[in-house]
């Protein structure tokens, strides 16, 4: 069984950082292209960052890139989103998911990621 649980969210004040957790189980985060998307409240689904298989190439979105990394460990099976400079604009549920495909590069679409979370909310306090 397939199963994504997130942690690490909570309340913070604009300027503020959070680090969020993603840990896996019934598979690898080695063999796919690991995601991080979010959802604010009245808002399309978003990707945050998204971390390749093999080298680890990344990808962010352009309302947080150079404020957020994300990060695979394959010993811990885990993936990580260091969030730094919190805005007001990042609060949201933040989500991680897999790719559909093992061994598939990246892809920049989020019909292509699965095993869903159940997400961690993040409050950003102005």
């Known amino acids: 069984q397939v199963q994504l649980v997130e942690s690490g969210g909570g309340s913070v004040q604009a300027g503020g950082s959070l680090r969020l957790t993603c840990v896996a189980s019934?598979?690898?985060?080695?063999?796919?292209?690991m995601a991080w998307l979010r959802q604010g409240t009245g808002k399309e689904r978003e990707f945050v960052g998204i971390i390749d298989i093999d080298g680890g190439a990344t990808a962010y979105g352009e309302s947080v890139k150079g404020r957020f990394t994300i990060s695979r460990e394959v010993a811990k099976n885990t993936v990580s989103l260091e969030m730094n400079n919190l805005r007001p604009e990042d609060t949201a549920v933040y989500y991680c998911?897999?790719?559909?495909?093992?061994?598939?590069?990246?892809?920049?679409?989020?019909?292509?990621?699965?095993?869903w979370g159940q997400g961690t909310q993040v409050t950003v306090s102005s």
């Open positions: 998911a897999r790719h559909k495909t093992i061994w598939s590069r990246m892809t920049l679409v989020a019909d292509d990621y699965t095993d």
């Open positions: 019934g598979l690898s985060v080695g063999w796919y292209a």
